[in-house]
């Protein structure tokens, strides 16, 4: 019987590292790609940057002769209507001269029109490219993280683990899923956030140049600004989201003042804070889950309560942590939700929310009547050793 079983077993090694293999293989092709692609990237935003120059000189010439003509114009002008006092040698001479300058002004505009179209294929070209750069990432990311599953993490755990192999899997998941949030975050915070705040500083720089006389220009340019600065401001809301950097540089519990600080103004609730400071011995992974959890209770406050005020009370002990957030909104029947989330799949966000506590060895505990209120309260193990322990 033994023997079969370490049979199996090779056979389920063998398999694993065929399917690593493959997976790989399948990676390093993908990689390949997104390098071909941002090499066309970079040659895009150089032949662009060639462009943009040209077109910038093509309409300041532009603007110099249609100066040009209009003085040429008038000259004419001047000179047919006045035919006692200038030669017909004058008046061939300002028709020339204004014959020229027309063609010079016809050809800048043709050549900024062209300019014009050529910019706007390789910025549309680009923004196809940086999609697909996007799209091959997402991939990557689910590559990575089912290979960091296959590649003897799990066999080992099949290998040596009994009653805690879900326990441990469970675990592995989530550690991998936050180091990943963790990486996309500093990737959005170095690349596309810095890269925004250059286009508003550029189109403060085009501002200046077409102050002159292009007010439609104008308008389109200030435009322009608002979406930027908008779009900046959700890459930094999506950076906070992911893994707010305070988590790192301060802690948990600074990290639970800043949400809760951002819930206000975003909403005008009133939160009574009750915030212990963390031990040392607090795990990451608890740190992450703890604010992941908090953040779905008031995102749910946000969505449903209709509350006037909240309380987030955060405590620990020498094995668990322990967070309490209650409102004094509408409430709801707890027996009735649990049923439509039953048989609806309607979650209202607390399917994710119990799902990451019990992946944890955690509990949580939900009261609300209508009319009352809800409070939820969670316990979690403070680290994997009271969790290994309890187990």
């Not at 114009?73 to 006692?84: D, F, P």
């Not at 300019?115 to 294929?121: A, F, I, Y």
């Not at 948990?252 to 212990?276: A, D, Q, V």
């Not at 509990?363 to 187990?391: H, R, W």
Request: net charge neutral; charged share 30%.
């Amino acid at each position: 019987m033994i023997k079969n079983v370490s049979a199996e077993l090779g056979r389920i090694s063998e398999i694993s590292k065929r399917i690593v293999n493959s997976i790989e293989s399948s990676k390093d092709q993908i990689h390949d790609i997104v390098e071909n692609i941002r090499n066309e990237v970079e040659q895009h935003r150089k032949t662009l940057k060639e462009i943009k120059t040209q077109l910038n000189k093509t309409i300041s010439e532009v603007d110099a002769y249609e100066m040009q003509n209009r003085t040429a114009k008038q000259r004419l002008y001047e000179v047919s209507g006045n035919m006692n006092r200038y030669t017909e040698l004058d008046i061939k001479d300002a028709y020339e001269k204004a014959f020229d300058i027309m063609i010079k002004l016809n050809t800048l505009r043709n050549t900024e029109k062209n300019l014009r179209e050529k910019r706007d294929q390789i910025e549309l070209s680009l923004m196809k490219a940086l999609k697909n750069i996007e799209n091959a990432e997402k991939v990557m990311t689910q590559i990575n993280v089912v290979l960091s599953y296959l590649k003897g993490d799990i066999l080992a755990t099949i290998e040596g683990m009994d009653k805690n192999s879900e326990f441990m899997i469970g675990m592995k998941i989530l550690e991998a899923q936050e180091d990943e949030r963790k990486r996309i975050s500093r990737e959005i915070h170095d690349g596309p956030a810095q890269s925004i705040a250059n286009i508003v500083m550029q189109a403060d720089i085009c501002e200046q140049m077409l102050k002159k006389d292009i007010d439609s220009g104008m308008q389109e340019l200030q435009a322009l600004k608002d979406s930027v600065r908008n779009a900046l401001l959700d890459i930094r809301n999506i950076i906070f989201d992911l893994r707010p950097m305070i988590l790192d540089d301060l802690g948990l519990t600074k990290t639970i003042e800043t949400i809760c600080n951002k819930f206000t103004e975003t909403t005008h609730l009133s939160i009574e804070k009750k915030l212990k400071n963390e031990p040392k011995n607090i795990d990451p992974i608890i740190q992450v889950a703890t604010m992941r959890i908090i953040q779905e209770i008031l995102n749910n406050i946000k969505k449903h309560a209709k509350a006037k005020k909240v309380t987030v009370a955060l405590d620990f002990g020498t094995k668990y942590v322990f967070v309490m957030v209650s409102d004094d909104g509408v409430g709801f029947d707890v027996e009735s939700v649990m049923a439509r989330i039953k048989d609806k799949s309607e979650s209202y966000g607390l399917i994710g929310l119990m799902d990451r506590v019990k992946q944890l060895q955690g509990t949580i505990t939900l009261n609300s009547k209508v009319g009352l209120g809800t409070a939820f309260s969670v316990k979690l193990p403070i680290n994997k050793e009271v969790m290994e322990n309890d187990n």
